[in-house]
Nanobody, 123 residues
């Protein structure tokens, strides 16, 4: 059974860092690309970072240079390292798996989703 379970998010001051993890089970990491999305209540879900089976990464322009996506060798833990956080980064963060071989930031290409975890950045 495919499962994606995010770690607890948190609250931080602007300029600080947070690290999110997502436990990946069901063997999907070896067959799918994985990504992190975020959503502010009332807005559409935004692709933040993605990584494919070859390790190729894609980032939203808003987080380039500040966020880093990675996956461990066993492909069981997806991580998002977030540095120099800004208040605009405040959102619910989700990990997701896509049928696409290539890393993609399109929400409609992802079929498995975690339950989400809240990240709050204060100014």
């Amino acid at each position: 059974q495919v499962q994606l379970v995010e770690s607890e998010g948190g609250s931080v001051m602007a300029g600080g860092s947070l690290r999110l993890s997502c436990a990946v089970s069901g063997g999907i990491a070896s067959r799918y690309s994985l990504a992190w999305f975020r959503q502010v209540s009332g807005d559409k879900r935004e692709g933040v970072a993605a990584i494919d089976e070859l390790g190729t990464q894609r980032y939203a322009d808003s987080v380039k240079g500040r966020f880093t996506i990675s996956i461990d060798k066993a492909k069981t833990t997806l991580t998002l390292q977030m540095d120099n956080l800004k208040p605009d980064d405040t959102a619910m963060y989700y990990c997701a798996a896509s049928l696409s071989f290539r890393a993609t930031l399109r929400a409609d290409e992802h079929i498995y989703w975690g339950q989400g975890t809240q990240v709050t950045v204060s100014s």
